[in-house]
């Protein structure tokens, strides 16, 4: 079987039924945040508070907070130069077939990192970092702090995963390995709750 075929089928893991599903629990979280007085704009200098990502073997750890989720990040390679590891995710994209999504974000050398188009329709985020969250086989460039704790929060992540399900994540793990030897995944805790 090829790679770009095995790929393929781990994207059609994560059904329509299953985001479906999630649907009343997104509503019902957006809901409550919307309801809370004091809400704080985060930066990419304070996106440190927006989760505290852990790195975790044991799998019985149950996240305290409803919001957060226990996930396992597939990283394929990572570094300080955007334009090197835009290459890789390129060169990912055509060998294995796993889709780009970027979420509109590109590197902006003024800022001197990800941002969102400053003239994007969320107004609340346009112009300023914001993290790929939820479980999907994307091709993203992340900064690593937001699912490694303890590295520099300038350093990004070739990101090809992010999963709820450690097999499902090591299977796509097993696959990135045969073109890039250094990738490995992250189990940490992200907030899927709303930022607004």
Do not use: W
């Amino acid at each position: 079987m090829s790679k770009k075929l095995t790929l393929n089928i781990l994207q059609n893991v994560i059904s329509p039924n299953y985001l479906i599903t999630l649907l009343p629990f997104l509503i019902f979280c957006c809901q409550q945040n919307e309801n809370q007085k004091n809400t704080k704009v985060f930066t990419q200098k304070d996106s440190s508070i927006i989760q505290k990502p852990i790195n975790m073997e044991d799998d019985d750890h149950i996240p305290d907070d409803i919001n957060m989720a226990t996930c396992y990040v597939v990283i394929a390679d990572t570094g300080k130069n955007y334009y090197l590891l835009r290459n890789k995710m390129l060169k990912l994209n055509k060998e294995i077939g796993i889709t780009i999504d970027t979420m509109g974000r590109y590197y902006d050398e003024e800022f001197q990192g990800i941002i969102l188009p400053k003239d994007d329709e969320d107004e609340l985020y346009a112009g300023t970092y914001y993290p790929r969250r939820y479980p999907s086989i994307h091709l993203s460039l992340e900064y690593l702090n937001i699912y490694q704790q303890n590295t520099d929060e300038t350093t990004i992540a070739l990101v090809t995963a992010i999963s709820d399900d450690k097999r499902e994540a090591d299977s796509i793990l097993s696959v990135i390995k045969n073109i890039e030897p250094k990738a490995y995944r992250v189990k940490t805790n992200i907030y899927l709750g709303c930022f607004h």
